[in-house]
């Protein structure tokens, strides 16, 4: 006989195991030269100083289980695993080390600081993707890719020189988001808006020469003014000019003339332009065309000057005056503000909120600033993206992500795509240093002369590329693009992304552009948006609240399957899951109890199906009862349902519906159901007829729950009996088949009629205080042939389940009992004299009754108070309405059993 499961389940015992198992025997692996379907899926890639988080677990889990059930249903199952080289953010980790030592890279230079970061990288790049495997993640290790590897890079320098080449990336000087403390430009959607407190400051700019101009407030010294509002009065030190609307009647003959820029000595012009809303605050707006995107592009329209007044550092450069050179700019700004209080130029101060962008990486404020940069023409791009979305051919889960997609793209600016690191993709453009030359090459291979002088005296451009322009080639680089791999062929286009809403622009939008502008062809099908992870308060989870979950201390303490099936069943499409932090019992058991249960009906069922070879349920087909049909027609339609659920991505669906057949269904119903069959209580066709059914239906459990939980259903399908061809292994066993033919709604309804029974027999023992081992007769009185003859055939299901000693099919005239309705309508009488103490359940019910009456007398005397109800509030008063008719539907009950008991005082 086969060694039996143990009586406990103990996760550690099999997970690391069974998972190198798998991986030893190559089911993970992708075969290109396979001519089944293909299904793909590449991971986003996390960066590669990252270590495993919740909302990694929740990302990981949702993609393993539908590679693993693409998998099971036959298809070529790819899932590309990988790094990202994350510029800023592992440029930040190693600054940050070496300063622990007493050095700047500037001490390193670029190349010992490059490789020092390759030294890191090397040290603990692997650590997230070998966590991966611990919680189960089944991808095709063999393909693993970081965004820095030589092929990739290849891949990044050819799409930089393609769109070079077609006029899609061109370098300018404009306005970008630039980060003091990272010293590098962003890309807008690197620039996140924070809602903050702040203030807003009306100045007042006198006019130069104020003679003739009617209207405007003045001065105690009688020059107008204009009043400018702004949330950053240091940027006043850089203002060039003033814009109102051409239409604005009040400031028509300002056009042209110009205002004293207060502090700084210098006069600005004010200008006309459309840009400007009238209405909104005084009509007039300050231009600082160095640092503001709005204030530039007014610039270029009216030829008003640009003057850069901050450092990368942010702070104030020689070109503001005296005292704020050298000023950091929270300090220029308290600064300023005391001066124009001083001079008498500060109107008024008011409370304002507003949106100020902060560097995603280091939460620094973000400074706009007039640079010169490397940008990708977008528009071009973007049409055909948007256009795959409005067709059908990307399509979002859920859907509502669409209408963001849609306004994203259509209001698309220019990504500027150049970043002052030293870690990452190095631009591929050369500067001939030749005297009056000045050529810029840009080449695929590193040139070592100049094409146009010949010299050789060449400059590579000293930035990098934004972390994201590689890796918005991940589904096509991956597979070796731009060579035409195999691997290309077979596996792009992919087929579904599992991401988070956060980067849908940042990545999934790029992705769709870059996949239709060199491939043809969008890069996958289908999006599912999985939700954030928070803690119980509402909270996301971060180093600084102190609020994560570890998923290996959940692994080690709970099992992975009991991880994957809480961040699975707990998280539906775009929605936010919640787990207590502090109680990890509470948010893991449930996770913990379902694996236990799984594990113990199938070590129950294997005990009792033996060594044999398989009884397939075909054979005994004649001998099978209500139940067994019963069983096989909720399997079917549980398959049927779990199947549905995933091809529409609802996979928080497709895992509780699988639980919920095999705990609600199989594990409390039908194996209690058959117990003595399988004993041979009821002759050997009987048993065999329950073995093949038990069988079968554990197996179509194990099946449709292993994407969810491969573990222990993998280790339980083991030891099932299987036909000699069966796969060798349930991770490449074949995805059940729902077979009509097995759905049988008379079954159903037969042994939905049995619950019901056996349900309402219960409740009425625990109403009345019956002993649990106290057997009670049953009276069905009036019932149908069908009801009786499925009561009849169960004799033994009422006695082993709800302690029914005997049935009988008849009134129940002067007996004293408990009694009950079923949905359909049948009538159950349980007797009780001989059973409880009637005496001493008649004076608890009175006792009860008098009890509740006094409650209600209370509550009636308040409800009549018309001062109480006139002065209470609302909520008040109808909670006490609530628990008036609370207790009245008691005092009924009561009250019904009380008179039910009395006849036999």
């Known amino acids: 006989m086969a060694e039996p499961l143990p009586p406990q389940y103990n996760p550690h015992e099999h997970e690391d195991a069974l998972y190198r198992w798998w991986e030893e025997q190559g089911f993970f692996q992708a075969d290109a030269s396979s001519g089944r379907d293909p299904y793909v899926i590449v991971i986003p890639p996390p960066n590669v100083t990252a270590v495993l988080h919740m909302g990694h677990g929740l990302n990981n889990t949702i993609q393993d289980v539908l590679i693993r059930w693409r998998r099971m249903q036959g298809r070529e199952a790819l899932w590309v695993p990988g790094t990202d080289h994350a510029g800023i953010a592992t440029q930040n980790v190693v600054e940050r080390l070496i300063a622990k030592e007493g050095h700047t890279r500037y001490d390193l230079g670029r190349e010992a600081f490059v490789e020092r970061v390759w030294e890191f990288v090397g040290e603990t790049g692997g650590v997230i993707l070998n966590q991966l495997r611990a919680i189960g993640a089944s991808a095709d290790w063999s393909r693993t890719r970081f965004t820095l590897d030589e092929s990739l890079s290849t891949a990044v320098r050819e799409v930089f020189v393609s769109l070079h080449e077609k006029g899609l990336i061109y370098r300018g000087y404009r306005i970008i988001n630039w980060c003091p403390r990272c010293l590098t430009a962003l890309s807008d959607e690197e620039a996140e808006p924070t809602e903050t407190q702040g203030r807003m400051w009306h100045l007042r700019y006198p006019v130069a020469d104020g003679a003739g101009i009617p209207g405007l407030p003045r001065l105690p010294d009688g020059r107008p003014y204009l009043t400018i509002a702004t949330t950053r009065p240091e940027t006043m030190l850089g203002d060039t000019g003033v814009a109102v609307h051409p239409g604005d009647e009040r400031y028509a003959a300002l056009v042209g003339r110009e205002l004293d820029l207060p502090l700084t000595g210098r006069r600005i012009p004010v200008v006309a332009d459309d840009y400007v809303d009238p209405e909104f605050g005084s009509g007039a707006v300050k231009l600082t065309p160095a640092h503001d995107p709005n204030d530039f592009d007014v610039a270029q329209r009216t030829g008003v000057a640009t003057l850069n007044v901050m450092t990368p550092e942010a702070t104030i450069t020689d070109d503001a005056p005296e005292p704020f050179r050298g000023m950091d700019r929270f300090e220029a700004r308290r600064a300023v503000v005391q001066a124009f209080e001083e001079l008498g130029l500060l109107e008024k101060v008011e409370e304002h909120t507003h949106a100020v962008p902060h560097c995603y990486r280091c939460d620094t404020v973000v400074e706009p600033r007039l640079s010169e940069q490397w940008f990708v023409q977008m528009k071009p791009l973007a049409e055909p993206a948007l256009q795959a979305w409005q067709d059908g051919r990307v399509r979002f889960h859920p859907e509502r992500f669409g209408k963001t997609y849609e306004r994203w793209m259509t209001n698309i600016r220019d990504w500027c795509i150049s970043r002052q690191l030293w870690w990452g993709h190095r631009i591929p453009v050369w500067y001939c240093q030749a005297e009056r030359c000045g050529e810029t090459i840009v080449a695929r291979q590193d040139p070592t002369s100049c094409p146009k002088?010949?010299?050789?005296?060449?400059?590579?451009?000293?930035?990098?590329?934004?972390?994201?322009?590689?890796?918005?080639?991940?589904?096509?680089?991956?597979?070796?693009?731009?060579?035409?791999?195999?691997?290309?062929?077979?596996?792009?286009?992919?087929?579904?992304?599992?991401?988070?809403?956060?980067?849908?622009?940042?990545?999934?939008?790029?992705?769709?552009?870059?996949?239709?502008?060199?491939?043809?062809?969008?890069?996958?099908?289908?999006?599912?948006?999985?939700?954030?992870?928070?803690?119980?308060?509402?909270?996301?989870?971060?180093?600084?609240?102190?609020?994560?979950?570890?998923?290996?201390?959940?692994?080690?303490?709970?099992?992975?399957?009991?991880?994957?099936?809480?961040?699975?069943?707990?998280?539906?499409?775009?929605?936010?899951?919640?787990?207590?932090?502090?109680?990890?019992?509470?948010?893991?058991?449930?996770?913990?109890?379902?694996?236990?249960?799984?594990?113990?009906?199938?070590?129950?069922?294997?005990?009792?199906?033996?060594?044999?070879?398989?009884?397939?349920?075909?054979?005994?087909?004649?001998?099978?009862?209500?139940?067994?049909?019963?069983?096989?027609?909720?399997?079917?339609?549980?398959?049927?349902?779990?199947?549905?659920?995933?091809?529409?991505?609802?996979?928080?669906?497709?895992?509780?519906?699988?639980?919920?057949?095999?705990?609600?269904?199989?594990?409390?119903?039908?194996?209690?159901?058959?117990?003595?069959?399988?004993?041979?209580?009821?002759?050997?066709?009987?048993?065999?007829?329950?073995?093949?059914?038990?069988?079968?239906?554990?197996?179509?459990?194990?099946?449709?729950?292993?994407?969810?939980?491969p573990f222990i259903t993998e280790t339980v399908w083991q030891k099932l009996p299987k036909p000699a061809d069966e796969a060798p292994a349930l991770i490449v066993a074949a995805w059940p088949v729902a077979r009509p033919e097995w759905e049988d709604d008379a079954a159903e309804r037969a042994i939905e009629e049995l619950q019901s029974v056996i349900g309402a027999v219960r409740n009425l023992r625990s109403e009345y205080g019956i002993a649990p081992a106290t057997r009670v007769p049953l009276r069905v009185p009036g019932v149908s042939d069908e009801v009786r003859g499925i009561l009849e055939s169960s004799r033994r299901a009422l006695r082993d389940l709800c302690r029914v000693e005997e049935i009988e099919f008849g009134g129940a005239e002067g007996e004293v009992g408990a009694s009950a309705v079923l949905r359909s309508g049948t009538e159950l009488f349980v007797p009780l004299a001989g059973v409880i103490d009637l005496d001493r359940e008649r004076a608890r019910l009175r006792e009860e009754i008098t009890r509740i009456d006094g409650q209600m007398a209370g509550t009636e005397k308040k409800l009549s108070n018309e001062s109480f109800v006139a002065r209470a509030p609302e909520n008040v008063v109808n909670y006490e309405r609530e628990k008036l008719a609370s207790f009245r539907d008691q005092r009924g009950k009561l009250a019904e059993k009380l008179a039910a008991l009395e006849g036999a005082a």
């Not at 035409?484 to 999934?508: C, H, M, N, Q």
């Not at 609600?664 to 039908?670: F, N, Q, T, V």
């Open 453 to 709: 002088c010949g010299g050789a005296a060449l400059e590579q451009d000293p930035d990098v590329l934004d972390t994201w322009f590689s890796s918005w080639l991940w589904p096509f680089s991956t597979m070796g693009w731009p060579e035409e791999t195999d691997d290309l062929r077979k596996f792009y286009p992919g087929d579904s992304l599992v991401t988070a809403p956060e980067i849908l622009f940042f990545w999934v939008a790029r992705m769709i552009m870059s996949g239709l502008e060199f491939r043809g062809d969008v890069p996958f099908t289908d999006v599912y948006f999985n939700g954030t992870v928070r803690d119980h308060l509402g909270r996301k989870m971060s180093k600084s609240l102190g609020n994560g979950i570890d998923p290996l201390v959940v692994k080690e303490r709970f099992g992975a399957d009991a991880l994957r099936y809480t961040v699975v069943s707990g998280s539906g499409a775009g929605t936010d899951q919640m787990l207590n932090y502090e109680n990890l019992e509470e948010a893991f058991g449930p996770g913990r109890n379902f694996a236990n249960k799984l594990w113990n009906a199938g070590r129950f069922a294997l005990m009792t199906l033996g060594d044999d070879a398989r009884i397939s349920v075909d054979e005994v087909t004649a001998d099978l009862e209500p139940m067994d049909r019963w069983i096989l027609s909720r399997m079917t339609r549980a398959i049927r349902d779990v199947t549905d659920a995933l091809e529409k991505f609802r996979i928080q669906e497709a895992a509780t519906r699988g639980y919920e057949f095999f705990w609600s269904e199989l594990a409390d119903w039908y194996l209690e159901l058959v117990k003595p069959r399988l004993r041979g209580d009821m002759g050997d066709a009987s048993k065999r007829a329950a073995q093949a059914t038990l069988a079968q239906a554990l197996d179509g459990a194990l099946r449709i729950l292993h994407p969810v939980v």
